[in-house]
């Protein structure tokens, strides 16, 4: 087994002596926005230039791999593409299972064909930048929503010892996560700290589902309850 790649340029089987015609940043650019607009003999001659001009595979594989992350939408693409990349690392030279994620990456799903991809692509930027000025000027930018503070946590477990109840909401399986916020969604169909109150989260239904260790559902068909007793406080 030949030693796995783990620098950017090296020869490979293919040219051992490449020559150098292009700016390899440039040929990099040239496979990425090639593969962005769906142009396969283009992002497939980027490659091979790639190979000739003495770039590793591995590097290669690196780049489609964080293409898949950043562009393609959902995980099959970057799955494939974290594979892919592994087996390079392992075995050193798998240029055809390259260059099949390279066709496949082309006809991937972007983020700008999906208008909520789309949506949150610019917000993401934009709440970076409004966070990095805040940080700039000293200022905190974001105030951590009181369900921050359960008792896995300094404050809530300070605010426990002093024996007031906790903001336990979306806490752990048997409060949380497990037991109100199932029930919150059986009532709203969806999960919202406005629509519901720290006090419900304590209701004599909730605690004794935890205490049986039954899931909500199991509960309410047991004692025949509706949603709105079990959250009742």
């Known amino acids: 087994m030949k030693k796995p790649q783990t620098s950017l340029f090296e020869g490979t089987e293919h040219d051992p002596k490449p020559k150098h015609f292009y700016n390899r940043y440039d040929l990099v ?41 950043e562009d393609a939408v959902g995980a099959e693409a970057f799955i494939y593409a974290q594979g892919v990349f592994q087996l390079i690392k392992d075995v050193t030279d798998e240029v055809n299972s390259l260059s099949r994620l390279i066709l496949y990456l ?13 949506e949150w692509e610019v917000r993401r930027i934009h709440l970076r930048e409004r966070i990095r000025r805040c940080y700039e000027r000293g200022e905190k930018p974001v105030e951590l929503p009181g369900y921050v503070f359960d008792v896995y946590t300094a404050k809530g477990k300070a605010a426990s010892r002093r024996g007031e109840k906790i903001d336990r909401r ?7 996560s497990g037991l109100f916020c199932r029930a919150a969604f059986l009532k709203h169909g969806r999960l919202d700290p406005n629509d519901t109150t720290v006090a419900q989260a304590y209701g004599k239904h909730l605690l004794k589902c935890a205490k049986e260790g039954l899931h ?12 709105d007793e079990f959250l009742k406080p």
């Open 170 to 176: 979306v806490s752990g399986v048997l409060e949380g």
């Open 216 to 227: 909500v559902d199991a509960f309410l068909r047991k004692h025949g309850l509706t949603v």
């Open 106 to 118: 082309c006809d991937a799903p972007k983020i700008w064909e999906n208008e909520k991809e789309t």
């Open 29 to 69: 650019s040239y496979l990425l926005k090639s593969i962005r607009l769906n142009r396969k003999e283009d992002a497939l001659s980027g490659m091979w230039c790639l190979l000739r001009e003495g770039v590793g595979q591995w590097y290669i594989a690196k780049k489609l791999t964080q293409f898949a992350s």
